[in-house]
């Protein structure tokens, strides 16, 4: 079994995009001595986000496409080999998080970043790459993802007989007028 380590990476670059999101308007609002890195982070993190957030496809297996992301993957499939191309995810997200290493509040986010480059070059060698999530239409005008679908049974209506803990006691086979005695264990007895 091969680990993908895209999937890894995907979910790493977006919540450190997230963190360098929040840290950079954290560090525009307080005065810095570099307070532009604060202003350099946000729209950094916005475009990390885009690029981020349509899943790939998995190369064995199925996976479900994220809410909204018919509208953003075509953006990322027309960049070509910068959206598809690891390496260059890599060599791009290394260079995005430098600078985030020079201001406190953006430093845990640039380290995300950075662990997310290092999963992202794991990729890259590899060989994977990014490709969409193929969508077909299903019924009226609903997009759904062409993957498969797990047959899924009803719940059952009650949950089957089970004894507490402190009645499941040893029973004895000697019994009288059809009652049976009960040998309680010394845990059930310290519960008395």
């Known amino acids: 079994m091969r680990i993908e380590f895209a999937m890894w990476a995907n979910i790493q670059?977006?919540?450190?995009?997230?963190?360098i999101l929040a840290s950079g308007i954290l560090g525009s609002a307080v005065q810095f001595q570099r307070q532009w890195v604060a202003y350099y982070s946000i729209p950094i993190s916005l475009?990390?986000?885009?690029?981020?957030?349509?899943?790939?496809?998995?190369?064995?297996?199925?996976?479900?496409?994220?809410p909204g992301q018919k509208h953003i993957a075509p953006i990322i499939q027309a960049l070509g080999p910068i959206g598809r191309n690891y390496f260059i995810r890599f060599v791009m997200y290394l260079a995005f998080c430098v600078p985030l290493f020079f201001l406190l509040p953006t430093m845990l986010g640039g380290v995300c970043l950075f662990f997310a480059c290092a999963t992202y070059f794991t990729a890259a060698l590899l060989g994977e790459q990014w490709r969409p999530i193929e969508l077909g239409w299903g019924k009226g005008s609903e997009v759904v993802s062409q993957t498969k679908r797990v047959a899924t049974s009803e719940a059952p209506s009650h949950a089957p007989p089970r004894a507490p803990s402190f009645k499941r006691a040893k029973y004895s086979s000697s019994s009288q007028d059809g009652l049976v005695e009960v040998e309680r264990s010394p845990a059930a007895q310290a519960t008395v």
């Open 13 to 19: 670059a977006l919540s450190a995009a997230f963190i």
């Open 47 to 66: 475009l990390v986000i885009m690029i981020e957030y349509p899943r790939g496809k998995r190369i064995k297996g199925s996976n479900i496409p994220r």
